[in-house]
């Protein structure tokens, strides 16, 4: 379950590197949109058709990042993230995001995933609407929680099974534990991590214990 929460978001990443490719090219339609009109109407023509062409470009940059504009005189658009960053003014900016080539439930943003750039400016922290915002919001909030409840869940569950074993102990417990594997000082031991021996009162409640680094 835990490589499949992580290749959502390695997914979500990747769509992210997408939509950020796609708004590049609405930036550059409008910039482009932008110039023809100026000019039309600076030579009496009629515009309208670019100016709808250029609506329905805008129109398509909203559903992706949330963004405001206003009409200049000369009959342009400037636009702009609703922080304030300009995306298209007398020329367009590129924004700019490197997908990750893997995704682990270590490597978070902005720790190991790229960060979402204008002019070399993070503004991943910015975006408050639009698909790219919901992609990060899924990438970096929903699926990093879930990640978190199925540790929580593994966790109990490991506590509940150790709980279950340790009740399997003898009762009453015996007075002495031998064994028949004889070893020497010099053996290396074949085994690995931590074993705890622990001493219990007649109630259950532990008074001491020991930690042998095997």
Avoid: C, W
């Amino acid at each position: 379950m835990s490589d499949e929460v992580q290749k959502m978001r390695q997914e979500a990443d990747k769509q992210i590197s997408e939509t950020v490719d796609r708004i590049n090219n609405q930036l550059t339609l409008i910039n482009d949109l932008n110039g023809q009109i100026s000019v039309s109407k600076a030579l009496g023509r009629p515009a309208a058709d670019l100016e709808d062409s250029r609506d329905n470009a805008l129109n398509d940059l909203a559903k992706d990042i949330d963004i405001k504009y206003f009409r200049r005189g000369d009959g342009r658009v400037a636009v702009f993230t609703e922080s304030g960053r300009e995306l298209v003014g007398g020329t367009t900016v590129t924004l700019v995001h490197s997908p990750v080539s893997q995704i682990s439930a270590q490597l978070t943003y902005p720790s190991g995933i790229a960060p979402i750039t204008i002019g070399g400016t993070d503004i991943t922290g910015e975006l408050r609407d639009g698909s790219l915002y919901a992609l990060v919001n899924l990438r970096d909030t929903d699926l990093v929680n879930l990640q978190a409840e199925l540790d929580r869940v593994t966790g109990t569950m490991a506590a509940s099974v150790n709980a279950a074993f340790n009740d399997g102990t003898a009762y009453p417990p015996p007075t002495s534990l031998t064994g028949t594997m004889t070893v020497a000082a010099t053996d290396a031991p074949s085994m690995t991590g931590t074993f705890r021996a622990a001493v219990v009162d007649s109630t259950g409640v532990v008074v001491e214990n020991l930690d042998i680094d095997l």
